[in-house]
């Protein structure tokens, strides 16, 4: 084995030095991961940024802050792959410009549910409530629990200036005239999807429930995109 080393020359020489040899190995890797890591950190232009794509209303905010109560991300994912059966399945697929402002990202990996990524406008505001309430009223034979707590459990209203102040920390670009104004907004958008629950033969006063918030979010998902004329479309 000796001989067999000297033979090999300078490399199988700290191949024998097992420590060494390993301290070596970290260290170049530490250095090639941070070649690779820092200009994405550093470099803005490296995640093309799309302009229709604009925060959460202060509502949509609290309705995925529901979202992430509930775990809803351990069954559905929100990001629809480039792939065909993907596409004509989900619609277009997800961009990285798409996500700037989600903190923390919702992507998620688990498919027991369709993807959500684009399920914004896909249904009325009533036939979420009724799902929520029980998916086997719209869905048959839905496996997804039953969430009718959402339309009995009063909304945290005056929660919502410190959801969206610490995402402004951590530079989501909300004005502090927006954190100001975001309970009231937060009423006005909740106002408008209750009015048009009710309107639809649905259930009666439900804008200061929790239901509203997760509505206004699930007609939120990836629609912004949709206002962008820029937009790369799929060729299939
Ligand atoms: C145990 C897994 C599971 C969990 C947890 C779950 N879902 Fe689902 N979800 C499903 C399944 C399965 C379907 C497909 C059948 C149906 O429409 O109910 C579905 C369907 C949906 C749909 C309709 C999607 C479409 O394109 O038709 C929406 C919207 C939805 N879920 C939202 C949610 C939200 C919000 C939560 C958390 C509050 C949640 N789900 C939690 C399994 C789950």
């Known amino acids: ?13 700290l191949e024998g030095w097992p420590l060494v040899f390993t301290l070596l190995v970290t260290v170049s890797i530490l250095i090639g991961g941070a070649i690779e890591f820092i200009p994405l950190v550093l470099v803005e232009s490296n995640i093309p940024k799309i302009d229709t794509v604009e925060p959460w209303t202060p509502l949509e905010l609290a309705g995925r802050d529901l979202y992430i109560r509930e775990g809803c ?3 559905h994912s929100q990001m629809v792959r480039p792939f065909r059966h993907e596409i004509e399945r989900y619609g277009e697929y997800s961009k990285p410009g798409e996500t700037i402002y989600e903190r923390p990202f919702l992507w998620g990996s688990k498919r027991t549910g369709p993807d ?4 914004g406008g896909k249904y009325p505001n009533l036939w979420h409530v009724r799902h929520f309430d029980d998916p086997r009223s719209t869905s048959p034979r839905s496996i997804m629990p039953r969430y009718n707590w959402f339309l009995n459990w009063d909304l945290d209203y ?11 920390t951590l530079g989501v670009p909300y004005t502090d005239q927006q954190i100001a104004s975001s309970i009231d907004d937060a009423r006005t958008q909740a106002r408008g999807i209750a009015m048009d629950v009710e309107a ?36 299939p």
């Open 1 to 13: 084995m000796k001989q067999f080393i000297k033979t090999g020359g300078r490399h199988r020489t």
């Open 158 to 168: 005056e929660s919502i200036p410190g959801r969206l102040e610490t995402l402004q």
């Open 200 to 235: 639809a033969g649905g259930p009666a006063s439900l804008e200061t429930k929790e239901i509203v918030a997760i509505v206004a979010y699930m007609q939120r998902l990836g629609t912004d995109i949709k206002k962008s004329t820029a937009s790369t479309s799929v060729q």
């Open 116 to 119: 959500l990524a684009r399920v």
């Open 73 to 75: 991300n351990n069954c």
